[in-house]
């Protein structure tokens, strides 16, 4: 199983950026996706998850309104796009796929990517 981040930069604030995650070795409309993300000397935070099939969207109070995921099954690919980006939300992103309840706590996932690292400037 190989989940692929990709997207990442450096964007002023007030910017938008997608961040792409791509699957491969697993069935991929089978999970649900989420996205994480760790700013340094921080724990690693929820952002979002979606459902395996795109019916239910969580995203965290922080990201409400500027963030929202997408996927397409087809191409196994999962989105975050991220708009009206602020200086807080330079963090490592990272995408990981999970089957179990619970969107929002990183262990019910048993697959991660990489990171990407977005930077928002002042």
């Known amino acids: 199983v190989q989940l692929q981040a990709s997207g990442g930069g450096l964007v002023q604030a007030g910017g938008s950026l997608r961040l792409s995650c791509a699957a491969s070795?697993?069935?991929?409309?089978?999970?649900?996706m989420g996205w994480f993300r760790q700013a340094p000397g921080k724990e690693r935070e929820f952002v979002g998850a979606?459902?395996?099939?795109?019916?239910?969207?969580w995203l965290a109070d922080s990201v409400k309104g500027r963030f929202t995921i997408s996927r397409d099954n087809a191409k196994n690919l999962a989105y975050l796009q991220m708009n009206s980006l602020k200086p807080e939300d330079t963090a490592v992103y990272y995408c990981?796929?999970?089957?179990?309840?619970?969107?929002?706590?990183?262990?019910?996932?048993?697959?991660w990517g990489q990171g990407t690292q977005v930077t928002v400037s002042s």
């Open positions: 979606i459902s395996q099939n795109n019916h239910y969207i």
């Open positions: 070795g697993l069935t991929f409309s089978s999970y649900i």
């Open positions: 990981a796929a999970g089957i179990k309840a619970g969107v929002t706590d990183p262990r019910n996932y048993g697959y």
